[in-house]
């Protein structure tokens, strides 16, 4: 036992020192790593101190080639300023000697052209003047025909003696219808020459009207000459297709009176058919105005009645349209008077009504309460007429006549 303990001792000693041993294998060992923790951080902090100052010294290279290229970059903007500006002085300098040029040779064509239009201009002048002579020659010759017209009445041409003529023929100065002046004049120079005709026609043109002389080339122009240079001028013969259109499409408008529209389908149908004899113009004016009548029953009336005149028509319409107005108003007097009257027979008759339902209503709950009453007793009386003594119904729904009813009141 007691050497049991002495190992135990011993064992206990050995594992005492061996901790002791540890321990210090333990703290050198720490230490020896922190020496070389302060090593590393030293040869660390040495490397990290030469890398910074080769970053600055990489940074102070870069900034100087950066400044070195700034500098054969300012270098290059001013040779290149100076290469725009002498390329402008340049090109500005050309253009200025090519306007130079261009103004000179301008100024050569434009006096060209000025002379040339200097001669046109005078050889028109020279023309005009020709062309106004002869007028004023062609002028004379009519004034003096005119003159002697008018002073002895007749004209003598070529040694012969017109038709003596004192009328005055009408003047035409472009501003009126050249189809209507045409057919007066004709109107009063029915039975002269030609020739007549055409010294009248040449003396009665006024204004714009004369200017159609210079057109004609001839000396002494025709009749026909003259009227076909007017009619080229100021006629309106190739617009009466446009007008006869425009009658066809032509209706009443919703406010225009049967005055105005007739007056207007007048207008329209002498202008679409200016030379149409004066029956053949009353049948167009009486057909048009019917067809285009806003108001189709005073159109079919007026068919029937077949007037041959625009006149008789417009009158028979505007009587027809009088009378409809007539019999429109008395037929509203009528309706309102006859809605009046039955507005106050529904007064009338409504509180009538409805007393009669009340009374109904009143004796249908009187009728009800006994009922009611009755049941609550157990004693269900019967219903009994007053009138025919009959049991199931009340007298205001007797089904016996009231004279049937009297005769049972009676018994």
């Avoid at 080229?232 to 446009?242: N, P, T």
């Avoid at 009959?390 to 009141?409: D, T």
Wanted: aromatic share 4%.
């Amino acid at each position: 036992m007691e050497d049991s303990m002495k190992q135990l001792m011993e064992m206990l000693s050995a594992m005492k020192a061996s901790q002791e041993q540890m321990k210090e294998d333990i703290k050198r060992g720490q230490e020896e790593i922190k020496e070389d923790m302060k090593w590393g951080q030293e040869e660390t902090k040495e490397d990290i101190k030469r890398g910074q100052e080769e970053m600055k010294e990489d940074m102070k290279r870069g900034q100087k080639e950066m400044k070195a290229s700034q500098e054969e970059v300012k270098v290059s903007q001013e040779e290149m300023k100076e290469d725009i500006k002498a390329s402008q002085e340049k090109l500005l300098q050309e253009m200025k000697t090519a306007m130079e040029e261009n103004n000179t040779k301008l100024g050569t064509k434009l006096n060209e052209f000025e002379q040339v239009v200097e001669e046109e201009i005078n050889l028109v002048k020279d023309d005009v003047k020709a062309v106004k002579e002869e007028m004023n020659k062609k002028i004379e010759e009519i004034e003096t025909k005119f003159a002697q017209l008018s002073t002895t009445g007749v004209i003598k041409t070529e040694g012969t003696v017109t038709t003596p003529s004192k009328v005055k023929v009408p003047t035409f100065d472009g501003k009126v219808s050249w189809n209507t002046y045409l057919r007066q004049f004709e109107a009063v120079v029915r039975n002269w020459r030609e020739e007549d005709k055409a010294t009248s026609l040449i003396a009665a043109l006024r204004g714009e009207a004369l200017e159609v002389l210079r057109t004609i080339p001839e000396a002494s122009p025709t009749y026909a000459t003259l009227t076909s240079a007017l009619e080229r001028r100021y006629g309106d013969a190739h617009l009466q297709h446009v007008y006869q259109a425009q009658l066809r499409s032509r209706r009443q408008r919703f406010e225009e009176t049967l005055q105005q529209y007739e007056a207007d389908i007048s207008r329209m149908v002498n202008m679409a058919y200016p030379t149409a004899p004066a029956e053949v113009i009353e049948q167009l004016l009486v057909s048009s105005f019917i067809e285009g009548l806003r108001d189709s029953e005073i159109g079919q009336l007026v068919r029937l009645a077949r007037h041959k005149t625009i006149s008789e028509t417009l009158a028979q319409a505007l009587e027809i349209e009088a009378a409809k107005q007539a019999s429109r108003g008395t037929t509203k007097i009528r309706q309102v008077k006859t809605y009046q009257y039955q507005d106050r027979e529904r007064k009338v008759q409504r509180p009538s009504k409805n007393l009669v339902d009340s009374i109904k209503d009143v004796l249908e709950k009187f009728t009800d309460g006994q009922n009611s009453e009755d049941s609550t007793t157990n004693r269900r009386r019967p219903i009994r007429c007053w009138t025919c003594g009959v049991e199931g119904h009340v007298r205001s729904r007797c089904p016996q006549p009231p004279a049937e009813q009297n005769q049972g009141n009676a018994n």
